[in-house]
């Protein structure tokens, strides 16, 4: 493994271990998702999207959209290491009255939140409305030569995003439009809050939105970085909004995992420490390593 391997892997397990140390602390919270979803978030906040920390509101940004905005942790914890005006104290306070952490993501309140999420579905459709926008200025400012308008619009989004009908009938559209620079990955961990999504939902979803002109593609594990690159490239070139399935595992590395016992709680003291033990992470709650936090900075 090199070094900037071994910075990388640090880097996510960070990611991860604030998100869960903040939920522990708060005693609520979802701790599940920034487990096995962490690499994805590193991916993006530190190689992919286009973003200055210290202009959060730079117009031509990529945009974020966390539509499983109950997983607001992942999204607080990757704010914070790449320099975002959200300090440790605000992380220690998630949930808390007139903190910078709500538990779920508000606009307007934390710096680098794109949109309010939360109530499922919500998220896909706005992203829906933002990659419009993008596409509207574009068309009015953008000059042969002179490109004022071009980002991306990532959104995170979670099985039961993607069961609800608001989602469904914006992703209609999305494909109608061929909204090329929206890129949707799917949380794939085939859990709800009830357990195993087979309880209620079989469909198949990928079939459903190739019939609505999305381009789909599959990563079998959310842990490998290259094939999220490359999965990425594929959706950059496509002429049509993507749809990235992303196999994870809520909860991963945790003696939760693949449970939905994962999903709305703190792990408990006892699973916390086993975690740390099973993904290597030797620091106290809330520490960082330095070179985490040069390495993740886009300052």
């Known amino acids: 493994m090199t070094q900037t391997q071994d910075l990388t892997a640090l880097s996510v397990n960070a990611i991860r271990f604030l998100a869960v140390d903040a939920v522990e602390k708060a005693k609520s919270g979802h701790p599940g998702m920034p487990l096995g979803m962490a690499p994805l978030a590193y991916l993006l906040f530190r190689e992919v999207m286009r973003h200055n920390p210290l202009d959060p509101s730079w117009p ?11 997983g607001s942790m992942l999204l607080y914890a990757v704010l914070h290491l790449t320099g ?3 300090p440790l104290e605000e992380l220690k306070n998630f949930r808390q009255w007139g903190s910078k952490t709500p538990g779920h993501p508000e606009r307007g309140h934390t710096p680098g939140v794109e949109v309010t999420t939360g109530p499922l579905g919500q998220g896909i459709s706005t992203a829906v409305g933002l990659a419009l926008a993008e596409r509207k200025l574009a068309a009015e400012f953008n000059r042969p030569g002179h490109t004022v308008v071009d980002h991306h619009t990532y959104v995170l989004a979670s099985d039961g995003d993607l069961m609800e009908g608001v989602s469904g009938e914006a992703a209609s559209l999305a494909g109608h439009w061929g909204l090329s620079k929206l890129i949707v990955f799917w949380d794939d961990n085939r859990i709800s809050i009830d357990g195993p999504t087979d309880l209620a939902f079989t469909e198949d979803v990928l079939g459903r939105y190739r019939a609505y002109g999305w381009q789909t593609l599959r990563v079998e594990d959310a842990n490998d970085l290259d094939a999220l690159r490359h999965a990425l490239r594929l ?3 496509d ?4 749809l990235i399935a992303v196999r994870s595992h809520i909860g991963f590395g945790s003696p939760k995992q693949d449970s939905h016992k994962a999903h709305g709680e703190p792990l408990g003291a006892e699973a916390v420490e086993a975690t740390r033990k099973a993904l290597g992470w030797p620091y106290p709650p809330f520490a960082v ?3 985490v936090y040069r390495h993740m900075d886009q300052r």
């Open 84 to 86: 975002y005006d959200l």
């Open 235 to 237: 959706a950059r070139l």
């Open 239 to 242: 002429e049509r909004p993507t």
């Open 289 to 291: 390593p330095e070179e």
């Open 60 to 70: 031509d940004r990529d945009r974020f959209v966390l539509s499983a905005g109950h």
